[in-house]
Each structure stands twice: as structure tokens, then as C-alpha cells.
């Protein structure tokens, strides 16, 4: 939407609505440059202080009397460079899978700063798309140079997060969230609206409802099967302890569950996924070495492929995802576009599962566990040709049933011409219920039998 000049925009901060407070303080309120450093170092800020916390929580009580509280706060600190997903050392071993659960609250975090830096932007009238995507940078840049910041203070013993790592995906998580947040509230949204294609809107709606099955039937899948193999899920609870010390094991199964959810996807789209190097579970084989003692991995199934239900599963995932986006695509106007936007979806879903399928796997050191998670290549590429075969099915069969329903019209209104508007009673009735029925107007000896 382009606002005419002195006119606020719908979505701008309204200060009088209760659901909604800004992030900027007044004091930074009053610069659209201070609003950007604000909230990007902000939402660093509150990250590394729910990390260290939360850390402190786990920690602490467990820990000897000889523990230092500040081993606490450099754990917390290297939690919250974890979650940026860079890549960290952990007692000298390099890991680079980490639980989603975090990389989703710094996002949802930076989602939110990119909102305020949106609300900012409209209560100062700012609407020139130059100095908006500035200071989107610059709200990314000091989210990034404060996570920079931290990093000598998260060195705990051999345990450090890389410098390079932390830079790259701390700005490109802050973009991907932050800065799609600031876009959709500010006047950036109508500054894009008219330069992107017009079957990109669409598209990326079709492919994101496709993208949501494809990880809902995951998840689904890992419920149930933490439900069919609840003891061995148990067991492996009772050997990592009870009591306070089992809950950073459970904390920490939560927050990799969008990991087996995504992993679940994987499976459901073909490729599956891996659980060590040499490992291989799919609907096709099912071979992995010894696992660790984690409770969430209980849940791996057994024995050689898919059961009935997970191929039942499989099928009907990419028909779902499919008659999704076939619903979406067929909201436009022509053929050919809908056929454009289809075909743009299941690209943006290609992407979309590759960079889910990077996300959601890694590695562990350089030994057995150095190959966690789908492929990311193989995930993507299963998932959008399986959306895109389905989606031609359900698209043909639309296009089939507009056209048997257009050609029963079409004899309707020529029999109507020819013979005149039929009296009301039975055998009217009949012959109309003979139509929908056969899609023939001209049998009167069916026309007959319906109507004794």
C-alpha cells in the first residue's frame, strides 16, 4: 500500500491500542538511526540474558560448591552464539547442530525488534525507501557487533564460538526475521508490492501453506511414535537421571524437537534423514549405529522401512500440500497464470526446504556423529517435485470438472433455446435430475423412466 503524504498507514503504531507497545524508547524515539540501534542491540540483549538465565536455572542447582557463578553467565553467553547457529567448539570438539528451539526465540526476538524499528518508523512520517532499508542494515549491524561483543566473554575453558561465524549468521538470522518484520511494517511493504512480479504473492503464500503441512505431518509423525516406543523413550529418561538434573535433558529435547519435526518431514518427503555417519532412516531402510543416550531419539523407528502407517502418511502428505497450493493458485485469473504461480511455489518451496533441511541438521565433532539431520539438497528437491506433481493433479482435475460443468450448461441453455421454458411439475424435475446426473439432454427415454 503507498500512502499519499500526511496519511498514516493502516498497519502504523496506533499508541492508544492496548495489543501493541513500542520497543523504542521515547528518548530513542525521536531519530529513526537511534530506534535502529536500540532494537537491534536490544534484542541481543534480552537473547544473552533468557540464555544466561535459563543456563543459571539448569545449572546451578546441580553444580559442586566449587562452581564459579560466572562459569554460569559464559555458558549462557555461549548458548545464546550457539542459537545463531555459526557454529561453536565444545570442549575442543566442534559442533555444529544445534537445537532450533533456540535459533526460533532469537528470531521470534528479532522479529519483534524489527516490528518496533516498523512502529518507529511510522509515528516519524519516515516513508523515503532509502533511509528504510538503511536503517534496516544498521538495526541488523548492531545486533550483529553486539553478539560480536560477547564472544571473549563466552570463552569457557576449550569452549569458544568463532568470530566469523558468529558475524555471518547473526546478521543473515537478523535479516531473515528482523528485517522481513520491519519490511511488512513499514512503507517498505508498498515499496516492494509494486516491483516483485505479480504471481510472487501468490506463490510464496502457496508455497509457505505446502512448507506448513510438509512440517505439521513431521511433527505429527514424531508424536506418534514417541507414543509407540514410550518405553524405550523412558528408559532411556531413567538413565540420564531424575530429579532437578534431568531437567536440562528435557529442556533440551523440547528445544530440538523443530529439529525431529523437520527431520520427520524429511522422512515423509523421501530422502529422510541421518543420525550418524553411515546412517540412513527412510521409508525405504532404516540402519543406525549406536545412538546417544537422548530421550527424544527413542522415538527412531525399528525394523526395515515404513509400517502402513508411515507410507500411509507419506502419500498423503504431498497430496494435502498439493491440493493446498491447487486452492491458493486457482484464486488467480487464466490459466497460464495459475500455471506461473504453481510452478513459482514449488521453487520457493525447494528453497524453503533446503534452508529448513541446513537448519535442522549439522554435526557433532569428527567422528561417528559428524552427519545429524536430512540433506538438505535431496529434502528440498523431493519435497517441491512430490508438491508439484500433486499440484498438476489437482489442478487437472479442477480444470476437468469446470469443463464437464461448463458442457452440461452449455446443453442446458441449447435445449432451453430450442424447445422454451419447460412447465413446472414431475416430469421437469425429472428431466433437470437426468441432466446433473448423466450430462445428457437429449435421452428422452431416461427422461421417460425418471419420470414414471
Given at each position: 500500500?503507498?500512502?499519499?503524504?500526511?496519511?498514516?498507514?493502516?498497519?502504523?503504531?496506533?499508541?492508544?491500542?492496548?495489543?501493541?507497545?513500542?520497543?523504542?524508547?521515547?528518548?530513542?524515539?525521536h531519530s529513526l538511526w537511534l530506534a535502529a540501534i536500540w532494537t537491534g542491540v536490544g534484542a541481543a540483549v534480552v537473547c544473552a540474558v533468557t540464555a544466561?538465565?535459563?543456563?543459571?536455572?539448569?545449572?546451578?542447582?546441580?553444580?559442586?560448591?566449587?562452581?564459579?557463578?560466572?562459569?554460569?553467565?559464559?555458558?549462557?553467553?555461549?548458548?545464546?552464539?550457539?542459537?545463531?547457529?555459526?557454529?561453536?567448539?565444545?570442549?575442543?570438539?566442534?559442533?555444529?547442530?544445534?537445537?532450533?528451539?533456540?535459533?526460533?526465540?532469537?528470531?521470534?526476538?528479532?522479529?519483534?525488534?524489527?516490528?518496533?524499528?516498523?512502529?518507529?518508523?511510522?509515528?516519524?512520517?519516515?516513508?523515503?525507501?532509502?533511509?528504510?532499508?538503511?536503517?534496516?542494515?544498521?538495526?541488523?549491524?548492531?545486533?550483529?557487533?553486539?553478539?560480536?561483543?560477547?564472544?571473549?566473554?563466552?570463552?569457557?575453558?576449550?569452549?569458544?564460538?568463532?568470530?566469523?561465524?558468529?558475524?555471518?549468521?547473526?546478521?543473515?538470522?537478523?535479516?531473515?526475521?528482523?528485517?522481513?518484520?520491519?519490511?511488512?511494517?513499514?512503507?517498505?511493504?508498498?515499496?516492494?508490492?509494486?516491483?516483485?512480479?505479480?504471481?510472487?504473492?501468490?506463490?510464496?503464500?502457496?508455497?509457505?501453506?505446502?512448507?506448513?503441512?510438509?512440517?505439521?505431518?513431521?511433527?505429527?509423525?514424531?508424536?506418534?511414535?514417541?507414543?509407540?516406543?514410550?518405553?524405550?523413550?523412558?528408559?532411556?529418561?531413567?538413565?540420564?537421571?531424575?530429579?532437578?538434573?534431568?531437567?536440562?535433558?528435557?529442556?533440551?529435547?523440547?528445544?530440538?524437537?523443530?529439529?525431529?519435526?523437520?527431520?520427520?518431514?524429511?522422512?515423509?518427503?523421501?530422502?529422510?534423514?541421518?543420525?550418524?555417519?553411515?546412517?540412513?532412516?527412510?521409508?525405504?531402510?532404516?540402519?543406525?549405529?549406536?545412538?546417544?543416550?537422548?530421550?527424544?531419539?527413542?522415538?527412531?523407528?525399528?525394523?526395515h522401512g515404513a509400517n502402513a502407517f508411515g507410507w500411509l502418511l507419506a502419500a498423503i502428505t504431498p497430496l494435502v500440500a498439493g491440493g493446498c497450493v491447487?486452492?491458493?493458485?486457482?484464486?488467480?485469473?487464466?490459466?497460464?497464470?495459475?500455471?506461473?504461480?504453481?510452478?513459482?511455489?514449488?521453487?520457493?518451496?525447494?528453497?524453503?526446504?533446503?534452508?529448513?533441511?541446513?537448519?535442522?541438521?549439522?554435526?557433532?565433532?569428527?567422528?561417528?556423529?559428524?552427519?545429524?539431520?536430512?540433506?538438505?539438497?535431496?529434502?528440498?528437491?523431493?519435497?517441491?517435485?512430490?508438491?508439484?506433481?500433486?499440484?498438476?493433479?489437482?489442478?487437472?482435475?479442477?480444470?476437468?470438472?469446470?469443463?464437464?460443468?461448463?458442457?452440461?450448461?452449455?446443453?442446458?441453455?441449447?435445449?432451453?433455446?430450442?424447445?422454451?421454458?419447460?412447465?413446472a411439475g414431475p416430469a421437469s424435475l425429472a428431466r433437470r435430475l437426468f441432466v446433473v446426473a448423466t450430462g445428457r439432454a437429449d435421452d428422452a427415454s431416461?427422461?421417460?423412466?425418471?419420470?414414471?
Amino acid at each position: 500500500m503507498v500512502c499519499q503524504p500526511g496519511q498514516v498507514p493502516d498497519r502504523a503504531f496506533d499508541p492508544s491500542d492496548p495489543s501493541r507497545r513500542s520497543v523504542v524508547p521515547q528518548a530513542a524515539n525521536h531519530s529513526l538511526w537511534l530506534a535502529a540501534i536500540w532494537t537491534g542491540v536490544g534484542a541481543a540483549v534480552v537473547c544473552a540474558v533468557t540464555a544466561i538465565v535459563t543456563v543459571a536455572v539448569c545449572w546451578l542447582p546441580v553444580s559442586g560448591p566449587n562452581t564459579h557463578s560466572m562459569s554460569a553467565v559464559r555458558a549462557g553467553l555461549l548458548t545464546f552464539l550457539a542459537a545463531l547457529h555459526g557454529g561453536v567448539t565444545i570442549d575442543g570438539t566442534p559442533a555444529a547442530f544445534v537445537p532450533l528451539g533456540l535459533t526460533l526465540i532469537v528470531g521470534a526476538v528479532a522479529w519483534r525488534a524489527g516490528s518496533g524499528l516498523g512502529d518507529a518508523a511510522a509515528s516519524l512520517d519516515e516513508r523515503e525507501p532509502a533511509r528504510l532499508a538503511t536503517a534496516a542494515a544498521l538495526q541488523a549491524a548492531s545486533f550483529t557487533v553486539a553478539a560480536l561483543i560477547t564472544i571473549p566473554f563466552a570463552r569457557l575453558g576449550t569452549s569458544s564460538a568463532p568470530v566469523l561465524g558468529v558475524a555471518g549468521a547473526g546478521l543473515l538470522l537478523f535479516l531473515a526475521t528482523g528485517g522481513v518484520a520491519f519490511v511488512r511494517t513499514s512503507e517498505l511493504a508498498g515499496w516492494c508490492a509494486v516491483r516483485v512480479p505479480p504471481v510472487v504473492p501468490g506463490a510464496l503464500r502457496a508455497a509457505g501453506a505446502a512448507l506448513a503441512v510438509y512440517v505439521g505431518m513431521g511433527a505429527f509423525l514424531l508424536a506418534c511414535s514417541l507414543v509407540a516406543h514410550h518405553g524405550r523413550v523412558e528408559a532411556i529418561s531413567r538413565q540420564v537421571g531424575g530429579g532437578w538434573g534431568g531437567i536440562p535433558v528435557l529442556l533440551l529435547g523440547a528445544l530440538a524437537a523443530p529439529n525431529a519435526a523437520i527431520a520427520g518431514a524429511s522422512y515423509l518427503a523421501g530422502p529422510g534423514f541421518a543420525i550418524g555417519a553411515g546412517s540412513g532412516i527412510s521409508p525405504f531402510t532404516t540402519s543406525h549405529a549406536v545412538v546417544p543416550a537422548f530421550p527424544i531419539l527413542g522415538a527412531l523407528p525399528s525394523g526395515h522401512g515404513a509400517n502402513a502407517f508411515g507410507w500411509l502418511l507419506a502419500a498423503i502428505t504431498p497430496l494435502v500440500a498439493g491440493g493446498c497450493v491447487a486452492r491458493l493458485v486457482l484464486r488467480a485469473e487464466g490459466w497460464p497464470r495459475r500455471c506461473a504461480e504453481a510452478v513459482t511455489a514449488a521453487g520457493a518451496l525447494l528453497v524453503a526446504m533446503v534452508v529448513l533441511g541446513w537448519q535442522a541438521g549439522g554435526g557433532i565433532g569428527t567422528g561417528g556423529l559428524r552427519t545429524i539431520g536430512p540433506s538438505p539438497l535431496l529434502f528440498g528437491l523431493a519435497a517441491a517435485a512430490a508438491v508439484l506433481a500433486a499440484t498438476a493433479l489437482w489442478l487437472g482435475v479442477a480444470a476437468g470438472s469446470a469443463r464437464v460443468r461448463s458442457r452440461g450448461l452449455d446443453r442446458g441453455a441449447g435445449r432451453l433455446a430450442s424447445h422454451g421454458p419447460e412447465p413446472a411439475g414431475p416430469a421437469s424435475l425429472a428431466r433437470r435430475l437426468f441432466v446433473v446426473a448423466t450430462g445428457r439432454a437429449d435421452d428422452a427415454s431416461g427422461e421417460d423412466q425418471l419420470a414414471g
